[in-house]
């Protein structure tokens, strides 16, 4: 007597498809261009009651609101601020551009020498303000 017809072991799952898209996008942070031109122009800081202390703790590296002044302070001595402080500052990007990487490697090489172009006339600007 048969058991009757096997199922697949790959048939029996289902792919939450809104999960794995929140788990992929949940620790992304802010990308090299947008922090630079926020640190350019500034941010300002409307009052907004739905963010946390209001909206008026914010991290313009990070891209993070924060509830008070001391965990804003907290944060700035953390050793995650200070890398992603860093990779900005030397022009890496905080993101690493993953869709360049496996479309064209030649938009990945065009992007890389953009981003160095910048953070070298950021250090030309710093230097020549000294």
Same mark, same amino acid.
């Given at each position: 007597?048969? !058991?009757?017809?096997?199922?697949?072991?790959?048939?029996?799952?289902?792919?939450?498809?809104? *999960?794995?898209?929140? *788990?992929?996008?949940?620790?992304?942070?802010?990308?090299? =261009?947008?922090?630079?031109?926020?640190?350019?122009?500034?941010? =300002?800081?409307? *009052?907004?009651?739905?963010?946390?202390? %209001?909206?008026?703790?914010?991290?313009? $590296?990070?891209?993070?609101?924060?509830?008070?002044?001391?965990? !804003?302070?907290? %944060? +700035?001595?953390?050793?995650? %601020?200070?890398?992603?402080? $860093?990779?900005?500052?030397?022009? !890496?990007?905080?993101?690493?551009?993953?869709?360049?990487?496996?479309?064209?490697?030649?938009?990945?090489?065009?992007?890389?020498?953009?981003?160095?172009? $910048?953070? +070298?006339? !950021?250090?030309?600007?710093? =230097?020549?303000?000294?």
């Amino acid at each position: 007597m048969g !058991l009757g017809q096997r199922k697949s072991r790959k048939a029996g799952r289902s792919k939450n498809r809104a *999960v794995s898209k929140y *788990v992929k996008t949940k620790r992304r942070t802010k990308d090299f =261009e947008t922090v630079q031109n926020d640190y350019i122009k500034g941010v =300002e800081l409307p *009052v907004d009651m739905d963010l946390p202390g %209001h909206g008026q703790f914010y991290c313009i $590296t990070c891209g993070r609101y924060f509830i008070n002044s001391a965990s !804003l302070i907290s %944060h +700035n001595k953390s050793k995650d %601020h200070k890398r992603i402080g $860093t990779d900005t500052s030397s022009g !890496l990007p905080i993101y690493p551009p993953w869709r360049l990487r496996k479309t064209n490697p030649s938009l990945l090489i065009a992007a890389v020498l953009r981003i160095s172009r $910048t953070a +070298n006339s !950021l250090t030309q600007a710093k =230097e020549g303000a000294n």
